[in-house]
């Protein structure tokens, strides 16, 4: 069962990470809408160079958002792992039934 969910949680956390090409893709589809929107004009050297520029920005946007949600997952983990760890270390109780006189039954527990 643990195993299970440890797969299952170790799965959603990689299929929320973004492969450099992706990266890149996106960062360079938001430099060319914010380019566009300033106002230069696509295809001239004056927009490339704006979406060379922000493309590098959005790029570590990116990268920085994808830093922090790694590390909110790691955090989460580390919780959900010491959270687990604790019902491991409950006590175990141990309760034996003896047979008295007649029809009484003595259970003691430890």
Same mark, same amino acid.
């Given at each position: 069962?643990?195993?299970?969910?440890?797969l299952?949680?170790?799965?959603?956390?990689?299929?929320?990470?973004m492969?450099t090409a992706?990266?890149?893709k996106a $960062? /360079?589809?938001?430099?060319k809408?914010?380019?566009?929107a300033?106002?230069? +004009?696509?295809g001239?050297?004056?927009f490339?160079r704006c979406v060379a520029g922000?493309g590098?920005?959005?790029?570590d946007e990116?990268?920085?958002d994808?830093r922090?949600?790694?590390?909110?997952f790691a955090?989460?983990?580390?919780? $959900? /792992?010491e959270?687990?760890?604790?019902l491991d270390?409950?006590?175990s109780? +141990?309760?034996?039934s003896t047979?008295g006189?007649g029809?009484?039954v003595?259970?003691?527990?430890?």
């Amino acid at each position: 069962m643990r195993i299970a969910v440890a797969l299952c949680i170790l799965g959603v956390a990689l299929g929320g990470c973004m492969s450099t090409a992706e990266k890149q893709k996106a $960062a /360079s589809e938001k430099a060319k809408t914010y380019c566009y929107a300033n106002g230069f +004009n696509e295809g001239t050297d004056p927009f490339n160079r704006c979406v060379a520029g922000a493309g590098l920005v959005f790029t570590d946007e990116l990268e920085r958002d994808q830093r922090a949600k790694r590390q909110d997952f790691a955090d989460r983990l580390g919780r $959900a /792992s010491e959270a687990m760890q604790s019902l491991d270390r409950r006590a175990s109780i +141990n309760c034996t039934s003896t047979k008295g006189l007649g029809q009484t039954v003595e259970t003691s527990c430890n």
